[in-house]
């Protein structure tokens, strides 16, 4: 089939890439030019400045200008296009609600060069961008405008973990399809032949606005989960003396009805996805006059659990941020990737600047080039006092405390690296919960201080 992919960020490229590679003939589109070339080179180097996933720059290469081609342009390529897949950037607005500004001038874009074409057969437009409620309606009103003939509109939501994206996108535990007509729910089946009666992927068929909400309900549902075990399993072990974390998740989700799934405590969810489709949902329902409350404290849980580490430091621990020197391990939202959309560790670096520390000496295995945008001392001399090293050990060095921020398994392997290079007094503070031989830490005089658990040692132990 000939498809179009409009969109070439984490999940368009994902996805151009693994149809390409089930032999359809994908054109990947995007306005942003110096992508499209970086992504033409086929150097594994240029497209993961870009997005950094493992596997993908294989498959890029391996199908370039045989089965996936890039470009900057629609001119040339709608004639015979069977399904058009819309992969923009949704971000939300100040107020919670969804930017629609890049998908709407995409939309137009494609509507006119549609009502242009010779070629009359049908072609569905389908949205993998996360949008809210209704937005194939309205995606179908400005295809309408334009007189785009014999089209159809879908909503096909992604639910791509990063850092895991091909293999979520070559074996997805579900393909939702909204579509209003037999003949679009054929086309996609097409596309998606390899799914379709596969034995484990559930191929759910149903309107565009289920398909719609069945996006928005997931990721609330998945952030509500971690907001729990934050909001609530956290606050148990912090609280009350003596409660191990590991085996509280082990008690509890021994029971087949509850999930494993984000049954850990953290410092926060990141990631563009979670922040901002709750917001989207809240602001959703508050636009019907709907209650909700319980997606507010999901949120507000979330944002609060990015940051109160520091505040327990100086409370807990007594520890003093002005002009101390504190490493900062991890950058990226997650492990397995380079993505720092609203990672927990932007709003670290906020809080400690905030404290008036004297540098922060960042590692992260992946995602420094990115934090060199994010941090750009031409935005804020502040970000001056940031220095990007090459690994945790130099990272370490000379430093009065660290910070582990994301949850990269080489950090595991950090005591002895702490034992080496830096003496105790050391304040080690611990988002993850990354350190298990943390004991050998505080028998050697260095203080821990975890999500989820008291102050190690205690103070009037210590
Ligand atoms: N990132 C994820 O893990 C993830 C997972 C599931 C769903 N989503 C949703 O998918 C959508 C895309 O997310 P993303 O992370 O890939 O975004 P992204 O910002 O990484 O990529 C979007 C791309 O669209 C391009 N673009 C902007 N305007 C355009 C236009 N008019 N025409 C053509 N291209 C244009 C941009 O240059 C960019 O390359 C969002 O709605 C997001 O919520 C993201």
């Given at each position: 089939m000939k498809i179009l992919v409009a969109g070439t960020g984490f999940v368009g490229l994902t996805h151009a890439a693994v149809l390409a590679e089930t032999g359809h003939q994908v054109y990947a589109y995007d306005i942003d030019k110096t992508k499209i070339a970086a992504y033409s080179s086929g150097e594994r180097a240029q497209i993961e400045r870009y997005v950094n996933e493992p596997g993908l720059a294989t498959i890029i290469k391996d199908t370039l200008n045989r089965y996936l081609f890039f470009t900057d342009s629609v001119d040339d390529i709608l004639e015979g296009t069977e399904a058009i897949f819309l992969c923009l950037p949704t971000p939300p607005n100040l107020d919670g609600s969804t930017d629609l500004t890049a998908y709407t001038n995409a939309a137009h874009h494609l509507a006119e060069k549609l009502a242009a074409r010779t070629d009359r057969r049908r072609v569905v437009l389908v949205n993998k961008s996360t949008v809210p409620i209704g937005t194939a309606r309205y995606l179908q009103r400005i295809l309408e405008e334009h007189d785009v003939p014999n089209f159809g509109v879908a909503s096909n939501p992604e639910f791509l973990p990063e850092g895991n994206a091909v293999e979520g996108s070559r074996r997805p535990d579900r393909v939702v399809v909204g579509a209003d007509s037999e003949e679009d729910f054929a086309i996609l089946r097409h596309v998606y032949a390899s799914f379709v009666?596969?034995?484990?992927?559930k191929y759910i068929e149903t309107t565009p606005e289920t398909a719609e909400a069945i996006k928005y309900v997931a990721n609330t549902l998945l952030l509500t989960y971690i907001s729990f075990w934050n909001g609530i399993g956290a606050r148990l072990g912090e609280t009350f003396g003596n409660i191990r974390m590991e085996d509280l998740k082990r008690g509890v989700t021994a029971d087949s009805r509850i999930s494993t799934w984000g049954s850990y405590v953290s410092n926060g969810a990141g990631g563009s996805c979670f922040g901002k489709d709750i917001q989207s949902l809240m602001y959703q329902l508050r636009r019907q006059n709907q209650p909700y409350a319980l997606l507010k404290e999901v949120f507000e849980i979330n944002e609060y659990q990015k940051t109160y580490l520091i505040d327990r430091a100086v409370?807990?621990?007594?520890?003093?941020?002005?002009?101390k020197t504190v490493a900062l391990l991890g950058?990226?939202?997650?492990?397995?990737?380079n993505d720092m959309r609203d990672s927990s560790a932007l709003k670290v670096v906020e809080a400690l600047l905030g404290r008036g520390v004297k540098a922060i000496r960042a590692y992260d295995p992946l995602a420094t080039e990115e934090a060199k945008h994010y941090f750009n001392p031409k935005n804020?001399?502040?970000?001056?006092?940031i220095s990007y090293h090459n690994s945790a050990a130099d990272a370490i060095k000379g430093t009065d405390a660290l910070f582990i921020t994301t949850d990269w398994e080489e950090f595991r392997g950090l005591s002895s690296t702490i034992t080496q290079t830096v003496q105790p007094p050391y304040l080690i503070i611990d988002g993850r919960r990354m350190i298990p031989d943390y004991m050998n830490l505080v028998g050697n005089g260095y203080q821990y201080l975890a999500v989820g658990s008291r102050l190690l040692p205690r103070k009037k132990e210590a």
């Open positions: 009666n596969h034995v484990r992927i409370n807990e621990a007594g520890f003093n941020f002005n002009n950058l990226a939202f997650k492990k397995r990737t804020n001399n502040l970000f001056e006092k």
